[in-house]
């Protein structure tokens, strides 16, 4: 299941952006950050597929959620205007993001795409 991050658990597992101005990723598995509210319809058809990813991808990628209504300033921090937004996060390089409620086979192949090809 994934793991619901506070703004403290995010600055501590993701990125401490109150002390890095550049992209530093704390992590050491790659993960995928589902930005969502509870009274986000789309949201809660995301849900379920991301908590059978966390089961297939387990010891490979982490997977995390954070509530946009409890966690207002991790939400600005990434300019999040629309939920769900997925933020796929790379252990080298940059995150990326996207928006909407995506089908499993679209984040299977964005995790092999972004998360588990080898960078050079």
Known sequence: MPEHLTKQTFLEKVFNYEVNQEWKFEGDLPCV????????????????VLDELSEEYKGKVNFYKINTDEEQELGSAFGIRSI?????????????MAVGALPKDSLKKAIQEELLTATA
Do not use: H, T, Y
Not at 33 to 48: E, H, K, L, Y
Not at 84 to 96: D, R
């Open 33 to 48: 950050i589902d930005f969502w509210a509870p009274w986000c319809g789309p949201c809660r058809v995301v849900g379920p």
């Open 84 to 96: 769900p937004s997925l933020l796929f996060v790379p252990k080298e390089g940059q995150p990326k």
